[in-house]
């Protein structure tokens, strides 16, 4: 079986989406709960990944995002209770690492 090209998402209970669209990411985090599917593990298709985010339920309503990048010397703990505003948050997150063997963007001034 191959691999995610970029990244993929992992949720506590076992599902996994290789390349996860907002969509996916939206519906991943409607079905965490509090008893046995509590979080959303989304990182690069490594052994040893540089980046990851995780989204986990909370206790007390609403979710806890916590985004880790050190190549960007990035740690950010958030709060959010729209699913909508995760999904797209993430997506576009996860769209701006780096990812071994995807070319790197490059920025001109003309």
Known sequence: MMGAQYYGADSEN??????PSEDALFMMISDLNNSD???V???PDEDDPVWFATVAVLDEGGYE???RDPVHNEHKVTTATSIDAIALDLTKWSAARDFPGRPTRQVTDY
Do not use: A, H, L
């Open 41 to 43: 593990v989304v990182q």
């Open 65 to 67: 995002i916590v985004r």
């Open 14 to 19: 076992g599902d996994r989406i290789e390349d």
């Open 37 to 39: 599917n509590t979080f």
